[in-house]
């Protein structure tokens, strides 16, 4: 897994939660979805910035246990157990873990970035 992939991958899930269908607790379950292959320790270091891998480990763990283990929940039954705070700070967490990445991507790839 490269640094570009990981970035790609976190694009794709900040787009669907930006514009996907449905409530935010639908939208982060389908982000995390998009971008699960990425929750794989043993291929983490090879491109996932391990500060990086690290929070995104927390988020997608954080949505995917609990009493309800929300994730397998909100895919077969659409219930929500996510409180709006909750659902809203999972959200901008998911943002910040791609600028993050990103910002890592650009920095190390400037040439793809210029005019």
């Given at each position: 897994m490269?640094?570009?992939y990981v970035s790609e991958q976190l694009a794709a899930a900040v787009i669907t939660l930006a514009s996907g269908a449905g409530s935010l607790n639908?939208?982060?379950?389908?982000a995390a979805m998009s971008c699960h292959t990425l929750h794989d320790p043993h291929q983490q270091?090879?491109?996932?910035?391990?500060?990086?891998?690290?929070?995104?480990d927390r988020w997608f763990d954080e949505l995917s246990s609990g009493p309800n283990e929300w994730l397998e929940d909100t895919h077969k039954s659409g219930s929500a157990a996510l409180g709006a705070s909750d659902a809203k700070r999972l959200a901008e967490e998911l943002v910040s873990i791609y600028a993050a990445v990103h910002a890592r991507y650009v920095l190390a790839h400037p040439e793809a970035f210029r005019e």
């Open positions: 490269s640094l570009g639908e939208r982060l379950h389908n270091k090879a491109g996932f910035p391990p500060a990086e891998y690290e929070r995104f």
